[in-house]
């Protein structure tokens, strides 16, 4: 079962506000999986969900640190996987455990599509002009389906 939502956006500050919430919806044990090009705004909209999560820390890419985590109620674990080698890293870092307590979000996802959980949100970040871009969000699951429910009403 797929449920499909598109929006577009003009600028970061609209990618952002929709992460946000996106971010508002979500709780402990959601998954967001991004993806898109660089330069798509995956890191941008990740601001946004954690924003909407409930955290003041400002979001930095994790290209880097592969991992950061943010405070809040409910913490948030933003995770880029593009410079891991494989899927198994993913799961040495603890990628199950936090799963468990905090809302997941993964860059550049598509590169571990293999051992991600069949419930999962994905989020498609398309560039379609210097300031635009359409966001496709793919709900796999009822609990995510009533959540792209929720952001259509908006
Ligand atoms: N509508 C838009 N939404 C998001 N970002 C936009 C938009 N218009 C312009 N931008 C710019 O695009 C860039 C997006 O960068 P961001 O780091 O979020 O991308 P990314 O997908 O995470 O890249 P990477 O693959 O390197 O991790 C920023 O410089 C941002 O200002
Ligand atoms: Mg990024």
């Given at each position: 079962?797929?449920?499909?939502?598109?929006?577009?956006?003009?600028?970061?500050?609209?990618?952002?506000?929709?992460?946000?919430?996106?971010g508002?919806?979500?709780?402990?044990?959601?998954?967001?999986?991004?993806?898109g090009?660089?330069?798509?705004?995956?890191?941008?909209?990740?601001?946004?969900?954690?924003?909407?999560?409930?955290?003041?820390?400002?979001v930095?890419?994790?290209?880097?640190?592969?991992?950061?985590?943010?405070?809040?109620?409910?913490?948030?674990?933003?995770?880029?996987?593009?410079?891991?080698?494989?899927?198994?890293?993913?799961?040495?870092?603890?990628?199950?455990?936090?799963?468990?307590?905090?809302?997941?979000?993964?860059?550049?996802?598509?590169?571990?599509?293999?051992?991600?959980?069949?419930?999962?949100?994905?989020?498609?970040?398309?560039?379609?002009?210097?300031?635009?871009?359409?966001?496709?969000?793919?709900?796999?699951?009822?609990?995510?389906?009533?959540?792209?429910?929720?952001?259509?009403?908006?």
């Open positions: 079962m797929e449920f499909k939502v598109v929006f577009e956006t003009k600028s970061v500050v609209e990618t952002q506000e929709l992460g946000e919430k996106l508002s919806l979500l709780s402990k044990g959601d998954l967001v999986a991004l993806k090009d660089l330069g798509a705004g995956k890191t941008a909209f990740a601001r946004g969900i954690t924003r909407g999560v409930g955290s003041e820390d400002f930095t890419s994790p290209t880097f640190t592969i991992i950061n985590e943010y405070g809040g109620d409910v913490p948030v674990a933003h995770i880029d996987v593009y410079r891991l080698s494989d899927a198994g890293e993913l799961e040495e870092i603890g990628f199950r455990d936090y799963l468990k307590e905090y809302v997941v979000i993964i860059e550049w996802a598509d590169l571990v599509i293999d051992i991600l959980p069949e419930e999962i949100l994905w989020v498609e970040l398309e560039t379609i002009g210097e300031q635009e871009r359409r966001i496709i969000f793919t709900a796999k699951g009822k609990k995510y389906e009533k959540i792209l429910q929720e952001m259509k009403k908006s």
